[in-house]
């Protein structure tokens, strides 16, 4: 242990003696943790931070931890927001929003995806134009999650039509409370519905409300989905609330079953591999000589899958530069999630089936069958994976780019689907 | 043997397949799997009564067409293709062979001609809790009373049980020598002590039952002989025409996905432009292709007599498993993220997939079997 | 059977009691089957055949089998060479070659591939300069079967490196007895020597002996080539030789030897499913339930394939036209190889290590572990086949071409390897 | 527990991998293995007594140095990487931890000293003529004679068996009580009545051998006790050595195929250019990683005494063969025509991946395996 970082240890400790109490309203603690600081220690002294690096966090986390005392809501959109407000946006997006994403008090979403860009977000036609003093905004955005429970919008809109793809882009702020912004929940084939469809019709943002320069959208954006991509890697431990009795803490139960809601299905998706021994048992498909070479298979793809995220992991402690083993993780949780699906259904046989009551765990078994072609598409295709290890890890060429130079408008793209 | 498809049956295939797109489009489709019948009587009828599907492989003298395996899987498969709501499996492939084969002349003259009319719909209850297809597990056993049997069971997995007119019951019976027999019992869907539950299927478009049998009144309308073989002939025939239709889903989910990735565009070309979605279609192509041929020559072969049938239908049922459910999360994953929602039409397919690959036994099932057959 | 076949048959009857015999020499008796036209009855009637159509010859060969005649050797290079003369030669190549090519005496070879041009056939950098009045040839050849014994070589050469690829290629036949051609076997991981590398230093070919025009080679060589791969398709026919005494039938017995050598392995590359079920009944294999289950699934594929081309073998006979299954045959051939390798790995446990004497059946089994790989490569990788398939049964896009336009000199190449 | 390579160990393999690099390239591996010997003692005590290879994971008290399975495994991945023609398997791996949990206090001390130093070349004789690495199936007795014990009988696959100084044997022994207890024997390699006839392997480079005994003369090493857990250990060591062996040669296949296709033109673009090139390429990179990690994590396992070690070094081995073999197959094919050749190196790695897929069990026997340690 450094020096230190026991030093910061000793801080907090201190601190946290004198300001936590679990009789505290969430919102009210959550406001000390901004104005000391101690909330997002990593952030700038300035910004509700005490700009220390981001390798001390997990120490202050502990010391809350040890304490029972809660910190801010890590979770779901707004730390993306937060991310890219530190990045690129103006001290008026830092004083009006960094605070009440601290405390929790606002939902954020992001508008990025459109039907037509699924793979090629910098594809969107979401267009902003600018009428009078107002950028007036266009189009429809989808694969949303919270969009209806939302206060603000991360919104890619298209700004020039003349220019190049990727710098024909801005990138906004856009209010989700107002008349020219409606949501639609999107169905999934799992019956779950954890995103929305978002049509913008003649919707409205305000010039100071535009996030970089006018044609910095995609590189704006860039900071967004980097965060979402760290975010994503680390989703499994979101989930779960602070254990502890006290107002304060049914408080974030609540805010944490409301944010999670969405990802409820996601063990599933990816295909629960911690089921796959006690079902075999349970159900006797571990007697059959085939079924215990399949369960093998999965085993040891599971393992040498964690393995290798244990190895990613290790060598980034002890600051080695990532090597590719940190690059697969995506992937191999994709083919993980595969086989997973096909040895669920060959131990469950017939009941593989049924769903709802009728399936095996009450339908978690159904759940899984129908819900893990989203791992290999869901964040990033197979496809692109691939792509990118292939040019980022393997340096293999690049793709031959049909849409690099000419303006945007003479790009062959998909008709509104 | 002869192996291709004749004009005739290729014209015939055609006037289905449009009559099919007409009549069930998916928009039909999911209308009707969103109710609990799962299928519509007056629909079913109007489709049923202009091309005789019911009637086309039970023989001549019972009512039918009488022809062949080979004319019923065109059938089923575009069936398959169509995913058409209608009880078409359990009454004209489960049920009307058990009858066919393990019925007494009596009872073949009695429910045939109806079901081949389509007037009569009817479900063999075969599997039990375990929706094993293997008779060694089965323990229903029929009790013998004054001039009847009744049942006391559970029977599941049952197909369009729950609205079939008739449920023919496959149970055992202790003869008078002590020994134990298979027979085929007729239970009337209204009888005493039946109770039928809707079981929830992730497949929509296949709606499955349990009945739960409760000293329920019941006519023994197999022979003396034990009906072993008949349900194992009864088994290989319902196995190759699933394969049929299963061959048949398969390579619409196929053209679909192809069509789409033309149209789609992304980074200024055509996915369809990319080497590796080229390539994964070229598998597609050759996954349905070959589990297609499996299907055709396996119900050609039974038409024909062959001796080494029963593995030919564990290769079409283990061959069609893998490539329909290869196929549909291919085209998933081709669609993208739009082929994982609930209005893309992709996700019917592929739960049909789902429930077509454990329906009547997986593929490792399939295979042990083959391999039984071989290695006697 | 149509009037014709029955007329047809008669006529061969005829013929063949009256000219066939045993005791003739087997040069002998193929001259006659050229003067007459039996030999190559759909060839034309002006050149050693009878201008019949190609689906009476199975009638015609069959004619022959019932009373043992010998027909004429359809086996290796030298059919395409014929079929290449008789579309694009001229009446002096048809003259000096085509007898000589039915009664056996000479024997062929293709110089086409490069080692710088492999799936990429039309990259040949082999160069024909006219020098005073005779082509003079350097370059290198690869992947030629028979070079050594060959009186005659089809050679692709490029004749002009300022047009582009496909244009600057012409077609020539070699005399393979000249000092500036030399073969050297080129020995493959399964210690076969199937083929050569020829290796061509000013080599001279006459003027008259260019097939097509100037710049046409390509277009040559493409009828080559699709005689070659129906060849292939056929090659499980070929190795037989005709059963009889005497010393034509000997004879023959020799030929059919010196052709089908460099081919005896190729049984053991399509993975020999044919001994899998006695190879496990024999090791005890067929009791292990995980390779029973392996067993199957090869077995599924191995039938399921040959289904595949009955149906489309069927359909040919039916006059339909060819639907996608006819173009499946070589890619299921890779995967049955390589699926039947693993499996005779499973059956044969640590004999899987061993080779010659010491491996089952004498080396076959160890022949079949390091022969399977070339499935998917020879005659068309299977990269290859699914760009064709893609492209021409599913109508996809073409890849770009980065070479078709330019003079071939500015087209980036393997340097020399 | 750690998982990650120190600094120091980091070196180690850096230092080793250009030593071998220079000292045995396939010009050299190919000169070798076309002999009967399959290595030769100059040059290897030549690499051995420099970095004193042999020595590396025998503990201090017995003339090594006492390093874990780990550091063993960095030696092992970098032989498997560079094909070194070498005695080291069987010797250091097999044979050394055969004796270190096997024998007796005295024959330690014997042995490991000498075979710590490389004067001593050993091999374990195990497995007979099914070669299945299972004590269940071994038949060899040793007979009991007044001082001594005497064999007779086969070993067969039995690894450098042709050229070792010293066989150790594995073979039961009818206890006075009359149970039969497993117990190791050491026969000097030149003794009377054993008949060593080298195997033609398809991996040259992996001499293996039969033995054939007939009343050999053998003194036997281990204690009263029965040495089948001291088997155990041995046999789970020497399959997490094997897996790093083998993820070192598929590392190295891997890297020369990409090599390969960077360099490689055809269409007038770079063959790395082709899109399903590049997916094949990162498919590869993911297999070998994935081995890579479970074999890594196998050797840091055993050394820190984890309990599911059993489970794990099947996962290892398993893991391993099948990305090698895999990797092969995606290297010839790859690198085209060229790669089938035998003057390209391809197949070098090809034959060693093959060999090592059925050598100490197949990925199936590994995985019943698993299963058992499991499910107990």
């Given at each position: 242990m450094s020096m230190n970082e026991e030093q910061v240890r000793n801080e907090v400790r201190e601190w946290l003696k004198e300001n936590w109490s679990p009789n505290l309203d969430l919102v009210e603690w959550r406001l000390k943790l901004a104005d000391s600081g101690w909330g997002m220690a990593n952030w700038p002294a300035e910004w509700y931070g005490r700009d220390l690096p981001v390798s001390l966090v997990p120490a202050i986390e502990e010391e809350f931890n040890k304490i029972g005392a809660l910190t801010i809501p890590k979770s779901g959109i707004r730390m993306l927001a937060a991310a890219t407000i530190l990045n690129h946006g103006s001290d008026m997006h830092k004083e009006k929003f960094l605070k009440r994403i601290i405390t929790g008090e606002d939902v954020w979403c992001q508008l990025f995806s459109e039907p037509g860009s699924g793979s090629d977000l910098a594809g969107a036609t979401t267009k902003a134009v600018m009428v009078g003093n107002k950028w007036v905004v266009n189009g429809q955005k989808v694969w949303t999650t919270s969009a209806h429970k939302a206060h603000w919008g991360l919104l890619l809109a298209r700004t020039d039509m003349d220019d190049t793809k990727h710098r024909g882009l801005s990138y906004f702020i856009i209010d989700m409370n107002q008349p020219g912004v409606e949501t639609q929940p999107l169905m999934q084939m799992n019956g779950h519905a954890s995103f929305n469809q978002v049509f913008l019709t003649d919707a409205e943002v305000l010039p100071d409300f535009q996030v970089g320069e006018l044609g910095d959208g995609w590189q704006v954006a860039t900071t967004t989905l980097m965060h979402e991509r760290r975010a994503a890697d680390s989703l499994r431990s979101w989930g779960q609330a602070s254990k502890g009795d006290g107002p304060i803490y049914d408080q974030e139960r609540v805010e944490t079953e409301t944010t999670m809601q969405p990802y409820k299905w996601y063990p599933q998706r990816a295909g629960r591999v911690d089921l796959i021994m006690d079902r075999a048992k349970e159900t006797g498909a571990i007697k059959d000589p085939a079924i215990r070479q399949e369960i093998a298979k999965l085993m040891t793809l599971h393992k040498s899958a964690e393995w290798t995220a244990r190895r990613a992991r290790a060598a980034q402690e002890q600051g080695k530069p990532q090597g590719p083993e940190g690059s697969l993780g995506k992937l191999a949780a994709s083919n993980v999630a595969r086989a997973a699906a096909k040895v669920h259904t060959l131990i469950s046989g017939?009941?593989?089936?049924l769903t709802g009551e009728d399936s095996p765990m009450d339908g978690t078994i159904a759940e899984i069958l129908v819900s893990f072609p989203a791992s290999s598409i869901a964040g990033g295709t197979d496809e692109i994976q691939k792509n990118i290890i292939s040019e980022r890890v393997l340096n293999m060429p690049k793709e031959t780019r049909f849409d690099a130079d000419k303006p945007f408008k003479d790009i062959p793209r998909n008709t509104v689907s | 043997m002869k192996f291709s498809f004749s004009e005739e049956q290729e014209e015939f295939r055609s006037f289905l397949r449009r009559f099919l797109e007409e009549k069930s489009p998916t928009t039909e489709v999911r209308r009707l799997m969103a109710t609990d019948a799962g299928w519509e009587k007056e629909q079913w009828r109007k489709v049923n009564t202009e091309l005789g599907l019911t009637a086309i492989a039970i023989p001549e003298e019972y009512g039918g067409q009488g022809f062949g395996l080979s004319e019923q899987c065109i059938v089923l498969e575009e069936m398959g293709r169509s995913?058409?709501?209608?009880p078409y499996f359990s009454s004209a492939v489960l049920t009307a062979n058990a009858i066919l084969y393990g019925a007494s002349e009596e009872y073949k003259k009695k429910y045939l001609p109806e079901i081949a009319s389509g007037d009569l719909t009817a479900s063999l209850a075969f599997t039990e809790e375990t929706g094993a297809w293997d008779i060694s597990s089965m323990s229903m056993c029929a009790k013998k009373t004054e001039n009847t049997y009744r049942l006391t069971g559970v029977k599941s997995f049952v197909l369009d049980g729950h609205m079939s007119d008739l449920i023919i019951v496959l149970a055992k019976v202790n003869d008078n020598s002590g020994s134990q027999r298979l027979a085929l019992f007729s239970v009337d869907s209204t009888a005493t002590g039946l109770t039928k539950n809707l079981l929830n299927s992730t497949d929509q478009t296949r709606k499955l039952a349990k009945l739960m049998f409760t000293d329920v009144e019941a006519t023994c309308i197999s022979s003396e002989d034990d009906v072993t073989e008949a349900m194992q002939t009864t088994f290989l025939k319902s196995c190759i025409g699933l394969s049929n239709e299963m061959v048949g889903g398969a390579e619409r989910l196929r053209e679909d996905t192809l069509e789409y990735v033309k149209m789609r565009m992304q980074f200024g070309r055509s996915i369809a432009s990319f080497q590796v979605t080229k390539h994964k279609a070229t598998d597609m192509l050759a996954d349905v292709e070959l589990a297609k041929s499996a299907a055709y020559y396996a119900a050609a072969a039974f038409d024909d007599g062959e001796s080494d049938i029963a593995a030919t239908a564990s290769i079409a049922k283990a061959s069609a498993s893998e490539a329909y459910m290869q196929t549909a999360i291919n085209a998933v994953q081709m669609h993208g993220?739009?082929?994982?929602?609930?209005?893309?039409?992709t996700h019917l397919w592929f739960k049909r997939a789902k429930s077509s690959e454990v329906f009547l036994g997986t593929a490792d099932f399939h295979r042990e079997l083959m391999m039984q057959s071989w290695d006697q």
């Open positions: 017939a009941d593989a089936m | 995913l058409l709501c209608a993220g739009i082929g994982f929602t609930w209005d893309n039409d």
